[in-house]
């Protein structure tokens, strides 16, 4: 076991070059260095592959379409890719005798399910021959590290259809934006109330959730409040506590955005209705994952649908859903098992989206960590931690034991941890919770279930 606290001054030192030159700049040079980022994700996200399918949504929207056969096209030509440019799925077709192009989207059923431990495990025969260099962190409500790889194109895709999402709900690229990120944009060292950084290339305000405690609240919500934004998105968790905050001191915000986006989090009805008489505006959800699940969105009816030129989602009897992503050409995904799970009716919708409507989506938690300040770090920022390994450690739990007292258990992969790999988590376990907390470290050869069956992410036993 080893204990962080005793080990600050050493993780600080062997802080990354460019955190450390973004961290000890001015307020205004990081709003300067967020926006020259954003200039650099608009370039990569904002190309051709963008348009032409951002333009194919608009053209087919309300026209009648055959989403089976569309898919099976789809199918057929992202699985002849797979057998073209990856070693493991041109290993695995040829073992299965399987003869492509499949003539019905029942012919899926043949390729067995990928798993987490396997797609971990190979994901170096998995990943295919092309450029693809946009790395896609995973760590989710489980703890489990995974990093797949996308094309530029692959990235454009998917912001087409997020873009297309929120255009039918009356926001377009370009409007302004507020943000609630895990990201560490504020500095330790800094004492102006600033816990927001914009990015002038997307016209977006960043709020770092890791800010976010009952003394800090009041000033984000004036912040918000002056950058009257058209529209919110992001982790859920901050406005729920900042929409609870408005309610017990009796603020009063005058913005009107057209509508909020919540992502990576679960809400419960009465959480989504506090946001939106806080917020006055509309609540649509989403469902994506890093890995590249194709994406599920809410129509404007309530209801939520597959985006099904992106891929199949199939829902196994238990719920457990596999996802064939057809925009991964850089790491594949065929069936994989992504560890949530959904329920599908089969019903129709009246909006004009003639994806598959998704009845419910589970899987996507809201534990936290409580720190001495009545901060809570939630799970969207702890999972952010193993997204940074680079799939060395297999699963990580937090256990609150007390207020102050934080045991952090992982699992790593004895090929491929390293010892800089704890240095890493050492870093940022203290970025994340802080030095007044004390937190130990330790090694273990697997992670408990509960009686649930699940594994969790964090764990309270205060």
Same mark, same amino acid.
């Not at 600080?12 to 040079?29: D, N, T």
């Not at 989207?105 to 260099?133: C, H």
């Not at 009107?256 to 989504?272: D, H, L, Q, V, Y």
């Given at each position: ?13 062997? *802080? ?15 709003? #300067? ?10 370039? @990569? ?32 030509? +992202? ?27 029942? @012919? ?19 990943? &295919? ?12 409500? &489980? ?11 692959? *990235?454009?895709?998917?912001? =087409?259809? /997020? ?34 950084? *914009? ?12 800010? /976010? ?31 609870? $905050? ?34 006055? =505006?509309?609540? +649509?959800?989403?469902? =994506? ?19 099904? @030129? *992106? ?42 989206? =003639? ?65 800089? $790999?704890? @240095? ?16 130990? #470290? ?21």
């Amino acid at each position: 076991m080893k204990e962080v606290s005793s080990r600050c001054s050493k993780g600080r030192a062997q *802080m990354g070059i460019k955190e450390q030159v973004y961290l000890y700049s001015p307020v205004f040079m990081q709003n #300067l260095l967020t926006t020259l980022y954003g200039y650099r994700l608009q370039r @990569e996200r904002y190309g051709p592959a963008y348009q032409r399918r951002f333009q194919e949504l608009a053209d087919k929207l309300e026209k009648p379409i055959d989403v089976e056969l569309d898919q099976l096209t789809r199918l057929n030509t +992202f699985l002849l890719f797979c057998q073209q440019h990856s070693a493991y799925y041109n290993t695995l077709f040829k073992d299965l005798n399987l003869q492509l192009p499949f003539q019905t989207l029942t @012919e899926l059923r043949q390729i067995p399910s990928l798993e987490k431990e396997t797609l971990r495990q190979q994901i170096e025969s998995i990943r &295919t021959d092309l450029d693809a260099p946009i790395l896609g962190k995973t760590g989710g409500t &489980t703890g489990k590290s995974i990093q797949v790889r996308y094309t530029k194109e692959d *990235m454009q895709v998917r912001m =087409a259809h /997020l873009d297309f999402f929120k255009a039918t709900h009356g926001v377009k690229k370009g409007m302004r934006r507020i943000s609630f990120t895990a990201q560490a944009l504020v500095s330790e060292r800094q004492q102006k109330p600033v816990y927001w950084r *914009m990015n002038h290339a997307l016209n977006q305000m960043l709020f770092t959730v890791k800010k /976010l405690s009952p003394e800090t609240m009041t000033a984000y919500l004036q912040a918000i409040d002056r950058f009257d934004p058209e529209s919110i998105d992001g982790l859920p968790s901050a406005m729920i506590e900042l929409a609870y $905050h408005a309610k017990r001191i009796g603020m009063e915000l005058q913005c009107r955005p057209r509508a909020i986006f919540p992502t990576a989090e679960m809400m419960t009805s009465t959480e989504r209705k506090l946001i939106e008489d806080v917020f006055h =505006a509309p609540v +649509f959800d989403q469902y =994506a994952s890093s890995e590249g699940a194709p994406i599920v969105s809410e129509c404007r009816f309530g209801n939520k649908h597959l985006h099904y @030129e *992106m891929g199949i989602i199939e829902i196994e009897p238990d719920g457990q859903i596999l996802v064939t992503s057809f925009d991964t050409h850089g790491t594949p995904l065929v069936r994989y098992r992504v560890g949530d799970r959904m329920t599908s009716s089969g019903k129709t919708c009246s909006c004009g989206h =003639a994806g598959p409507v998704i009845d419910s989506i589970d899987g996507r938690g809201r534990g936290y960590i409580v720190k001495q300040n009545g901060q809570k770090v939630f799970e969207g920022q702890l999972s952010s931690l193993v997204k940074a390994l680079p799939n060395s450690v297999e699963r990580v739990q937090y256990i609150q034991n007390s207020e102050r007292d934080i045991t952090f258990l992982y699992i790593p992969d004895r090929t491929r941890f390293l010892s800089e $790999h704890e @240095e890493q988590l050492y870093r940022f376990l203290k970025t994340l919770l802080g030095a007044e907390m004390n937190v130990s #470290l330790r090694a273990v050869d697997n992670i408990p279930r509960e009686v649930s069956g699940k594994t969790l992410l964090v764990k309270q036993l205060m």
